[in-house]
């Protein structure tokens, strides 16, 4: 039913779809390109497995693999507003309330 907090957040990350993600990403400015899908995958991959929201240090890392030494870099180029504002949106995360932003 994709209900969303009042900050735009989906309240039950099992809801997330990518037709979802594609329209959230269009009102908030963005055309997903391959790496957004790259770090929103291993995003909630991460979350159903672990049952909580990856911190950015986790999404630099993986980012790293495929751009070594560039993860935190790109990962704002990729979400210019960050990572909670913008990636855990995206990725149908709750909003987290505490942690390392990388």
């Not at 979802?20 to 963005?30: D, P, R, T, V, Y």
């Amino acid at each position: 039913m994709n209900v969303q907090d009042e900050e735009g957040y989906l309240v039950d990350p099992a809801d997330w779809s990518e037709t979802w993600a594609e329209q959230i990403a269009a009102e908030l400015g963005i055309k997903l390109v391959d790496d957004h899908w790259f770090v929103i995958r291993f995003m909630r991959e991460q979350q159903i497995e672990h049952q909580v929201t990856p911190d950015a240090r986790h999404v630099i890392r993986h980012l790293d693999a495929r751009y070594p030494g560039l993860g935190r870099k790109r990962l704002f180029e990729l979400f210019p507003y960050g990572y909670v504002a913008q990636a855990c949106r995206l990725a149908g995360m709750k909003r987290p309330r505490a942690w390392s932003t990388g």
